[in-house]
């Protein structure tokens, strides 16, 4: 069986994180004037997250239209006039996190704008770009989904670009990279499959993280376990078109069938 037989090949199956933007926000107002006392408890409390400027603010803003726009070119199959957008809201958004970090709005905002622009680019055929953004926007899917455990969307899309990562790394006959990619996947994959047994695409994530898994792993168990739910998912017609070649060439499917 060939290794390439297993490799997924790089495509865009996870759900598109459709978010709304953050609210376009005010300029801060003006601190009330400082009197000894509350001048003294100031310095000694916790300091006050930074807060963008005025024209941060503006940028934002317009980057809040830009995306807005963005989404409507995407789903109408304008897929460059996407790109253009996105591409110029991503700035401003990046901004907005790295004044504050701590606001997991913003934070949730930039990792979507990302994923939109990774879709939008492999719509175009430029996987490049797509490697690029997903990579960029590892760390803050992370912290979206550290801050909001329950949120399975975020879960799955964090999934989702892990494996694409890791399939690609896997390509390149890059097994040490891709194995924590594929084993972060599949401690996700796990918890949204436990979660929603039933769910299709959580099905299909999970059967993507064991099937790269399988590969990059010295744990027979884990092909083992790819094997057995490659055969379930093919035997019930709940495989995707994504993972169906993988699934039948660990099962001998493509051979018998």
């Not at 084993?183 to 059967?207: G, M, W």
């Not at 993507?208 to 017609?237: C, F, H, R, W, Y």
């Amino acid at each position: 069986m060939a290794k390439s037989a297993l490799i997924a090949l790089m495509s865009l199956s996870a759900p598109l994180a459709l978010a709304t933007p953050a609210m376009a926000q005010d300029a801060p107002a003006a601190p009330a004037a400082a009197t000894p006392d509350t001048e003294a408890a100031t310095q000694s409390a916790t300091p006050a997250a930074a807060e963008m400027t005025p024209e941060q603010i503006t940028a934002f803003n317009s980057a809040v239209t830009a995306f807005t726009a963005g989404q409507a070119a995407q789903q109408a199959g304008d897929n460059a006039g996407a790109v253009a957008k996105y591409d110029a809201a991503l700035p401003a958004i990046r901004t907005a996190v790295e004044v504050d970090p701590s606001k997991i709005e913003n934070v949730n905002f930039l990792a979507n704008a990302l994923y939109a622009d990774a879709a939008a680019y492999g719509a175009l055929g430029q996987m490049d770009k797509v490697i690029a953004l997903y990579g960029e926007s590892l760390p803050y899917w992370r912290k979206v989904v550290e801050a909001k455990p329950a949120d399975a969307a975020s879960r799955n899309i964090l999934a989702g670009i892990l494996i694409q990562m890791g399939n690609q790394k896997l390509a390149a006959q890059d097994k040490v990279g891709s194995a924590p990619l594929y084993a972060e996947a599949l401690t996700l994959a796990r918890k949204s499959a436990s979660e929603n047994a039933n769910d299709k695409v959580t099905k299909n994530i999970l059967l993507s993280a064991l099937i790269g898994s399988s590969q990059t792993s010295s744990d027979p168990a884990l092909k083992t376990e790819a094997v057995t739910l490659s055969k379930t998912m093919l035997a019930n017609g709940t495989v995707d078109a994504t993972n169906k070649p993988a699934a039948e060439a660990l099962t001998g499917a493509a051979k018998t069938g």
